[in-house]
């Protein structure tokens, strides 16, 4: 059992801080839409610091959708293969209705929308029901299904099928970002293609049954993950050298600095073959790292951060709109359309505070969720 609760604890510390490192990236959609940030960025035109906090974020989706595969494993381990995928059933349809309605709402701030926006707790909802109809399926089959979906996915970036309306709306859902509409009255923009994604919970899931079997001390588990983490790494580093497949070509700057931002600036939508190698072995070692100091007092503010990640979320989007509407209400949209800060600096400020602010709220709520596990709906926030 103690073995159990250290995973728990060093899967939510994580989870906490991504979700922090994804809140500095919420403020700057929040705060600083007077620079916007293609995708991928564009070196020449965009401050260092601005690119590395876009870099920061980059961290979090992947490395979240990889948790929420090796969670789908834990869980499993503890149960069985039904309950297991009712829970991905529910869990996946619950978060693509809370994207729909809630999240939707908090971000454009209309009812009915012209536009919704399919975004990550929409991809995390998807991956989980795929998820659910793969988990029966033998393990090296999983293992193929994954990397074959990781690797292979980037053949397929100049299919397209305009001229078949149907078979276009379901690309765009599955490896297009786009715009879908129905008529003149509503716009579904494909921020997050799904299919990539399905890739990552799966091998999630995959890393699970290798590195969390029962018979797995600490140390073993930790050195298969290291070794998951920097084999990713070397792959990531060989084939971004080679600058021949997985993203959009690097190139040499003016500056050793911009030359650098070239080599890590990779395509996030759909997540590029590079973009995921890179992301989700930084998270492989940041998660054994953070198995180092999950007795550490100072780690348990991330711990309860991860342990609520829904209701963070949910929590962080509305203040930030709330705070936004009464920024413009005081001071009026002093960056053309927008209110809008000057510095990035002023962003990460932003975000501690808010941190600061909501942690006793995170607090309160997670020590609920623990006293409460018999209600249900708990365990999806």
Known sequence: ??????????????????????????????????????????????????????????LCAPVFILLTGLSAYLYQAKNNLVMTREFLLKRG????????????????????????????IWAIGLSMLALAAL?????????????VIIFGHNLLDQVSFENIPILQNLWMILHERGWIE?????????????????????????????????????????????????????????????????DQAWIVMPTITETIMSFVNLTKYPPSLLFIL???????????????????????????????????????????KALYLIAVHIFGTNQGEYFGVNHVATLWFIAIILSMLLYPLMLKFSDFKHRNKHIALLKYF
């Not at 349809?93 to 209309?110: D, K, M, P, R, Y």
């Not at 348990?300 to 979320?313: Q, T």
């Open 1 to 58: 059992m103690q073995i159990s609760s250290q995973r728990l604890q060093a899967i939510d510390a994580l989870r906490g801080l991504v979700i922090l490192i994804m809140m500095v990236d919420h403020v700057r959609e929040t705060f600083y839409l007077h620079h916007q940030v293609p995708d991928p960025m564009l070196i020449a035109d965009t401050d260092k610091s601005l690119f590395l906090s876009r870099v920061l974020a980059h």
């Open 93 to 120: 349809l619950f978060l693509i209705f809370l994207e729909l309605v809630v999240i939707n709402f908090a971000w454009t701030g209309s009812f009915p929308p012209d536009v919704i926006y399919l975004q990550v």
């Open 135 to 147: 988990v029966g399926l033998p393990r090296k089959i999983l293992w193929t299904i994954s990397l």
């Open 182 to 246: 129905f008529g003149e009255f509503i716009r579904f923009r494909t921020s997050y293609p799904v299919l990539p994604w399905i890739g990552v919970i799966t091998l999630g899931y995959c890393i699970g049954t290798v590195a969390f079997r029962q018979n797995r001390n600490a140390g073993q588990r930790n050195l298969i993950l290291l070794n998951f983490g920097l084999c990713s790494i070397g792959l990531f580093l060989v084939l971004r050298w080679i600058n021949m497949y997985g």
């Open 278 to 320: 890179w992301n989700v072995s930084i998270g492989l070692l940041l998660f054994v790292l953070l198995q180092k100091f999950e007795t550490k007092s100072w780690i348990k503010p991330l711990i309860i951060f991860g342990s609520v990640p829904m209701f963070f979320y949910i929590v962080h989007l509305y203040v930030l």
